[in-house]
Nanobody, 124 residues
Framework: QLQIVESGGGLVQPGGSLKLSCSASGSTLDNYILGWFRQAPGKEREGVSCIRSRSTNRFDADSVKGRFTISRNNAKNTVDLEMNSLKPEDTGVYYC?????????????????WGQGTQVTVSS
């Protein structure tokens, strides 16, 4: 059974950077599609970035293109989300999710495994 845990959230000023990590136990993350999602207060959860299994093919939401980068670190069995030029509207709880199914990876449907989330707050 795959278990995933997010880390790296925190408080950062606008224009700053944070790196989130999604670590796994019970299986190898490279075999799964990995997605990062976020939920702002009072809003629905939305897809941010995702990466295909056994691949470097990735997709980003329009709102984060050019600022966020998702990548695999197979040596550490993690998937990281490097977030730069952060804006207040990036504030929210960030979740990592994984699936071995064929899904549209920026949508929530089909993801089997979810972490508990990590809070990201962008504020001066």
């Amino acid at each position: 059974q795959l278990q995933i845990v997010e880390s790296g959230g925190g408080l950062v000023q606008p224009g700053g950077s944070l790196k989130l990590s999604c670590s796994a136990s019970g299986s190898t993350l490279d075999n799964y599609i990995l997605g990062w999602f976020r939920q702002a207060p009072g809003k629905e959860r939305e897809g941010v970035s995702c990466i295909r299994s056994r691949s470097t093919n990735r997709f980003d939401a329009d709102s984060v293109k050019g600022r966020f980068t998702i990548s695999r670190n197979n040596a550490k069995n993690t998937v990281d989300l490097e977030m730069n030029s952060l804006k207040p509207e990036d504030t929210g709880v960030y979740y990592c999710a994984a699936t071995s199914a064929t899904v549209r990876c920026l949508t929530q449907q089909g993801y089997d495994y979810w972490g508990q989330g990590t809070q990201v707050t962008v504020s001066s």
